[in-house]
Each structure stands twice: as C-alpha cells, then as structure tokens.
Nanobody, 125 residues
Framework: QVQLDESGGGLVQAGGSLRLSCAASGRTANAMGWFRQAPGKEREFVAAISRSGGFTRYADSVKGRFTISRDNAKNTVYLQMNSLKPEDTAIYYC????????????????????WGQGTQVSVSS
C-alpha cells in the first residue's frame, strides 16, 4: 500500500513557476507520475518517471517547460513547472504503484493503483 502526500500547488501568473512535491509512504513505488484534470475535461497525462529516474516521459503540451524528478531516499517525486500557461490550470494528481513496470505503460493512468488527493494549480493571464 502506497500513500501519497502532495504539496506545492497555488496561484501564479503566466510565465511563473511552481514545484509540486509528492511524498510516498509505505512500500517503495516503481514508476511514478503526474496527471492533471481541468474542469469539464478528462484526466490527462503530464509526466512520469521510472523507479531509478533514468527514464522520463512528458506530454507534448508540457515538454520543455516541466521537469519530473525523484529522490528515492525520501521516496518523493517532484514536478518543476516553469513558464506556466493559463492552460496548465488544473488539479494535479500524483500517481504511484503501477501494476505494470513496463516503460510503455508509465503514461497510462489506469496502470497506477495509488493516487494523491490532488493539488490545485491556477495560472492567470
């Protein structure tokens, strides 16, 4: 069982930055990821990282602006969000404990068994 504690959301102006953190407790997770959901929209993949941190994946919409990283000593994953845009506004969820360790499944939200409570990110123009 993996429990996730998210933090770092907030209100920022377009072009600003935020860093989201997700601390996991319990059994060490394999891959971990970030997903987001805007009002009236489906949950979408944002970024994912393998257990060692050696492989990362990003949605095209955030590539070059966001960076996912992890500190396995703290069992924590981070999402550094730079050059934020209004369209980044959403609730961001941390995900962990994938059923499949395959790299090709890291971007699939249905593959994750543990989820954080979500943290709101709002970007104004």
């Amino acid at each position: 069982q993996v429990q996730l504690d998210e933090s770092g959301g907030g209100l920022v102006q377009a072009g600003g930055s935020l860093r989201l953190s997700c601390a996991a407790s319990g059994r060490t997770a394999n891959a971990m990821g970030w997903f987001r959901q805007a009002p009236g929209k489906e949950r979408e993949f944002v970024a994912a990282i393998s257990r060692s941190g050696g492989f990362t994946r990003y949605a095209d919409s955030v590539k070059g602006r966001f960076t996912i990283s992890r500190d396995n000593a703290k069992n924590t994953v981070y999402l550094q969000m730079n050059s934020l845009k209004p369209e980044d506004t959403a609730i961001y969820y941390c995900a962990a404990d994938p059923e499949s360790p395959l790299l090709g499944r890291m971007t699939d939200g249905y593959n994750y068994r543990s989820w954080g409570q979500g943290t709101q990110v709002s970007v104004s123009s």
